[in-house]
């Protein structure tokens, strides 16, 4: 979606980045996951080093704060012990 969208806007003055995140601890994603189950859902993230919200957001403000002739094309984000 993010290539055909950068295929459409060659020319403009706008920059499209990808933002691929791994294993993001959230408070909500496991928990919807699995229906609710609360225990299910924190053994998810249970003995793993995850990255949080913060950690993208971070990410996000890195990019967008890059000279306007930069553009990062695909980001992908994850934890060090996911593979």
Request: charged share 30%; hydrophobic share 40%.
């Amino acid at each position: 979606m993010t290539r055909v969208l950068r295929l459409e806007q060659v020319g403009q003055p706008l920059r499209i980045c990808e933002i691929d995140p791994g294993r993001v601890k959230t408070e909500e994603f496991s928990l919807v996951r699995f229906g609710g189950d609360a225990e299910r859902a924190d053994k998810v993230y249970e003995g793993h080093l995850n990255l949080t919200a913060e950690d993208i957001a971070e990410a996000v403000r890195w990019v967008a704060a890059l000279p306007s002739h930069m553009n990062i094309d695909r980001m992908q984000i994850m934890p060090r012990d996911q593979v």
